[in-house]
T-cell receptor, first 115, second 113 residues
Framework: DQQVKQNSPSLSVQEGRISILNCDYT??????FLWYKKYPAEGPTFLIS?????DKNEDGRFTVFLNKSAKHLSLHIVPSQPGDSAVYFC??????????????FGTGTRLTIIP | DTEVTQTPKHLVMGMTNKKSLKCEQH?????MYWYKQKAKKPPELMFV???????INESVPSRFSPECPNSSLLNLHLHALQPEDSALYLC????????????FGPGTRLLVL
């Protein structure tokens, strides 16, 4: 049961343009959402997060939008740079069966920035 | 400083070997995590320690044995692994294990022969 989905396995964007990565979730109990960037054979690097009480959070070139009614979030990167080429995972935080919080990750989107 | 360190970076082991993966953070975090990531898949949670107590065990086989000697250190002891256990093992930490950001280490690439 994939509770967090990233339906685009890959995305190519011209340098300088906007990159938009999408993520959908099914569990309405998720209350905190995060985006991570990952290079091959490295750990995920935290990029930006958003609480379920907000609909937008911005940090430099990165903006995350949350649409709770649609259970959808997106990450906008503008302008896109070659160093942004990586795999991007969205993750959602919610209660586990043990009562603690746990992160559930999406399947990832490989972003390629074309110079 | 949001650094989580992991050793070794790479590990090759036979199915009869015993080895350990190590993770360390000095951010004062009280929750630490082990994840397993196979190629082209998202990270999957294995264990969570909160205040040095095991608080989540996601039905991981007993050939994986976690240990949290103190709030800064997390080990994963490996014994009698199978080739399908080959993966990237990621450690993460967060402040207290609540609704918060988890910070990941670089991972240990494990190959079981």
């Amino acid at each position: 049961d994939q509770q967090v989905k990233q339906n685009s396995p890959s995305l190519s964007v011209q340098e300088g343009r906007i990159s938009i990565l999408n993520c959908d979730y099914t569990n309405s109990m998720f209350d905190y959402f995060l985006w991570y960037k990952k290079y091959p054979a490295e750990g995920p690097t935290f990029l930006i997060s958003i609480s379920s009480i907000k609909d937008k959070n911005e940090d430099g070139r990165f903006t995350v939008f949350l649409n709770k009614s649609a259970k959808h979030l997106s990450l906008h990167i503008v302008p896109s740079q070659p160093g942004d080429s990586a795999v991007y995972f969205c993750a959602a935080s919610g209660k586990s069966n043990f009562g603690n919080e746990k992160l559930t990750f999406g399947t990832g989107t490989r972003l390629t920035i074309i110079p | 400083d949001t650094e989580v360190t992991q050793t070794p970076k790479h590990l090759v082991m036979g199915m009869t070997n015993k080895k350990s993966l190590k993770c360390e953070q000095h951010m004062g975090h009280r929750a630490m995590y082990w994840y397993k990531q196979k190629a082209k898949k998202p990270p999957e949670l294995m264990f969570v320690y909160s205040y040095e107590k095991l608080s989540i065990n996601e039905s991981v086989p007993s050939r994986f044995s976690p240990e949290c000697p103190n709030s800064s250190l997390l080990n994963l002891h490996l014994h009698a692994l199978q080739p399908e256990d080959s993966a990237l093992y990621l450690c993460a930490s967060s402040q207290v294990g609540g609704v918060e950001t988890q910070y990941f280490g670089p991972g240990t690439r494990l190959l079981v022969l």
